[in-house]
Structures are given as structure tokens and as C-alpha cells.
């Protein structure tokens, strides 16, 4: 049996190298909370992993040679933003945004994309790596949460305000500066002992309180409180054309739910005529 040849270094190292790629390769195959693909230079997809048919609805042989611009709204296509953000990548070596994306049952999600330049050892563009993730629940409950805030914010007839751990005012809403005089550069950071009288304070009844309501909360809070921010809750999402849903169990806890419209509602005093 004839010896065998030692591999070069030159030869080694090419190995080590082929089988780092490899790895990477089935780890960006395998991962499935992000769609990982990437273009060529004209900006056609290369490859395509789980995360990506998951997320965008394709299969690879259904999608790869495609333009990337099939993902995108027609209006952003016919105003030239597919190629702004090659363009970008080219020119910045990445492109990050969050935007509108198109699945492949024409539904639109909201994504986070990153577009990045691949280079050669020369520096010679070979084409870029595109990251998506879809946002859309996320974006979907921050919007819930800015609406709720913004009625919030606009009731008159209650102190609706947060206090940190420590007792100390968060948030200020026009009821609280109405009914209890202070305005939100005078009261946020204040202790709301401020609220309390000189007796109530010296009994250490703020501290009782919030006590008893960190007790609460660590318990799951089962004994029936008064339900006076569930009636605040419910009123203000009434009054503003919505409905409130609260769902409970033993092992989950408790769900309120809050739909509004899209637009807001005209009681019929303030309808035209």
C-alpha cells in the first residue's frame, strides 16, 4: 500500500474552513424564528431556510431564483425601494429597517429586515444576506398599549396614575392634575405620601398599603378586591366605543382583553346635523 500523501497546510486549512461553512450553514437551516436567506448581487434569493418558509410561507423550490421584491407591497416595488435598500447595503455595508412585508398568502406582516453586503477577499460584491423577523404581534400589542394609555390620558373625572416600587409617582394623567392640583413636572418622583395626611403618614399607613398590595400581587391576588380599575377600565373603553372581555382560570390568571375601534366613536349629541 503506497504511503499517504501529508495534506499542505494550504490544504489543511482549506478543510478547517469548508467545515466551519458547513456548520454555519446548518445552523442558519435550522433556525426558525428568523427567515435567513441570501440574494445574489441582482438581488434573486440564493438559499432559504426553515425559519424563512415558516415565516414567509414558501417553499424553497417555490421561491429561490425569485426577486426579493416579491415580499414587498406593490406601492414600495413601484417606488424603487427594493433597489434604495441593495443600493444602501452596497454603498453602507447594511441596510436595517421595520416596515411591511408580503406573505405568500398575501397577508402583510410587520418586519424587521436586515440587509447586509457580502464581500470576497478582494472586496468584490458576491451578493447579501437578508434577516427577517416578523413583528407583527409585537407591533400589535404596542399599539394596544399606546391607545389604552392615550385614553388614559384623557380622563377628567379620575386620578388614573403609576407608582414605582417604591411609592413614588410614575405617571400623571388630566384627572389627576384636576382633581388633586399638582402638574406632571410638580408631582412625578414625589412619594405619594404627599397625598396623605400628617397622621396617615406617621401611622405608616402608605407603607401598609403598598404591603399589602406587593402581598397581593405575590399571593395572585384570589380575595376580591373592589374592582374600582376594572370599573375605571371598563368606562373609559365604553365611553370611547370599545368593549372590555375579562377571562380567568386557576392556572393561568386573569386576561382583559380591550378591543377599540379604529376610529373614534361620535356619541349622538356630537353628531352633525
Not at 164 to 180: L, S
Not at 219 to 239: D, M, N, P, Q
Request: glycine fraction near 8%; aromatic fraction near 8%.
Amino acid at each position: 500500500m503506497p504511503p499517504r500523501r501529508a495534506e499542505s497546510p494550504a490544504q489543511t486549512t482549506c478543510a478547517a474552513e469548508a467545515a466551519q461553512e458547513d456548520g454555519f450553514r446548518l445552523l442558519v437551516e435550522s433556525v426558525k424564528d428568523y427567515a435567513i436567506f441570501k440574494l445574489d448581487t441582482g438581488g434573486r434569493i440564493a438559499t432559504w431556510n426553515v425559519g424563512a418558509e415558516r415565516i414567509k410561507g414558501y417553499n424553497a423550490d417555490e421561491i429561490i431564483g425569485k426577486h426579493f421584491s416579491i415580499f414587498y407591497p406593490p406601492e414600495d416595488v413601484a417606488a424603487g425601494k427594493t433597489e434604495r435598500e441593495l443600493e444602501i447595503a452596497t454603498r453602507e455595508g447594511r441596510f436595517e429597517e421595520e416596515g411591511w412585508r408580503i406573505k405568500k398568502d398575501g397577508s402583510r406582516m410587520w418586519a424587521s429586515v436586515t440587509i447586509t453586503a457580502l464581500r470576497n477577499a478582494h472586496g468584490d460584491l458576491v451578493g447579501f444576506a437578508k434577516v427577517t423577523r416578523d413583528l407583527t404581534d409585537r407591533r400589535a400589542a404596542d399599539e394596544e398599549t399606546r391607545r389604552f394609555r392615550l385614553l388614559v390620558e384623557s380622563v377628567k373625572d379620575y386620578a388614573i396614575f403609576m407608582l414605582d416600587t417604591g411609592g413614588h409617582v410614575a405617571t400623571w394623567n388630566p384627572g389627576a392634575e384636576r382633581i388633586k392640583g399638582y402638574r406632571p413636572d410638580e408631582i412625578i418622583g414625589k412619594h405619594f405620601s404627599i397625598f396623605y395626611p400628617p397622621e396617615d403618614i406617621a401611622a405608616g399607613k402608605t407603607e401598609r398599603e403598598l404591603d399589602r398590595r406587593s402581598q397581593q400581587d405575590t399571593r395572585s391576588s384570589r380575595r376580591a378586591g373592589l374592582g374600582l380599575g376594572l370599573y375605571i377600565s371598563k368606562e373609559v373603553t365604553l365611553a370611547h366605543g370599545g368593549d372590555i372581555t375579562v377571562r380567568s382560570t386557576m392556572t393561568e390568571g386573569t386576561t382583559f382583553q380591550v378591543t377599540l375601534p379604529a376610529e373614534p366613536q361620535m356619541s349622538p349629541k356630537d353628531t352633525p346635523p
